[in-house]
C-alpha cells in the first residue's frame, strides 16, 4: 500500500470538519467525566471509562491539528502554540487570584 498523507488527500475544509467533529466529542466527553465525578446527575459510567474517552478524544483533536498543519508541527506554529497557552494559562490563574483577593476583602 502506498503511504498517504491526510494533508494532501483530503481538502483543507474536510480536515477543518473532522477536527470540528472531535472537538465536540472531546467536549461531551468533558461533561461526562464532569457527570461521573460529581455524582449530582448519575450516570452509568465508570469514572475510568469517561477519562479515558476524554484522553482519546483529546488525542483526536491534537491528531487533526498535527493534520491540518501538514502532518507534523514545525517548530514556528508549536512555538506559538506553547506561547499562547503560557498567556491563557497566566490569564487564567489572574482571573483565579483576583477572585480571591475579591473574597477575602469582603
Same mark, same amino acid.
Not at 76 to 85: F, P
Given at each position: ?7 494532501? #488527500?483530503?481538502? $483543507? +475544509? /474536510?480536515? @477543518?470538519?473532522?477536527?470540528? +467533529?472531535?472537538? %465536540? +466529542? #472531546?467536549?461531551?466527553? #468533558? @461533561?461526562? @467525566? *464532569? *457527570? %461521573?465525578?460529581?455524582?449530582? !446527575?448519575?450516570?452509568? %459510567?465508570? $469514572?475510568?471509562?469517561?477519562? +479515558?474517552n476524554l484522553v482519546e478524544e483529546l488525542a483526536d483533536v491534537y491528531l487533526c491539528s498535527i493534520v491540518f498543519f501538514g502532518g507534523e508541527l514545525d517548530d514556528a506554529?508549536?512555538? *506559538?502554540? %506553547? /506561547?499562547?497557552? /503560557? ?7 489572574? *482571573? @483565579?487570584?483576583?477572585? $480571591?483577593?475579591?473574597? !477575602? !476583602?469582603?
Amino acid at each position: 500500500m502506498p503511504e498517504i498523507k491526510i494533508f494532501d #488527500a483530503l481538502p $483543507e +475544509e /474536510e480536515i @477543518l470538519a473532522q477536527m470540528a +467533529e472531535e472537538c %465536540v +466529542e #472531546a467536549s461531551k466527553a #468533558a @461533561l461526562k @467525566l *464532569r *457527570r %461521573v465525578r460529581s455524582g449530582v !446527575n448519575p450516570t452509568p %459510567v465508570s $469514572e475510568k471509562d469517561a477519562f +479515558e474517552n476524554l484522553v482519546e478524544e483529546l488525542a483526536d483533536v491534537y491528531l487533526c491539528s498535527i493534520v491540518f498543519f501538514g502532518g507534523e508541527l514545525d517548530d514556528a506554529v508549536g512555538d *506559538r502554540m %506553547v /506561547e499562547i497557552m /503560557e498567556q491563557k494559562l497566566a490569564r487564567w490563574k489572574y *482571573r @483565579l487570584a483576583s477572585r $480571591e483577593e475579591a473574597k !477575602n !476583602n469582603v
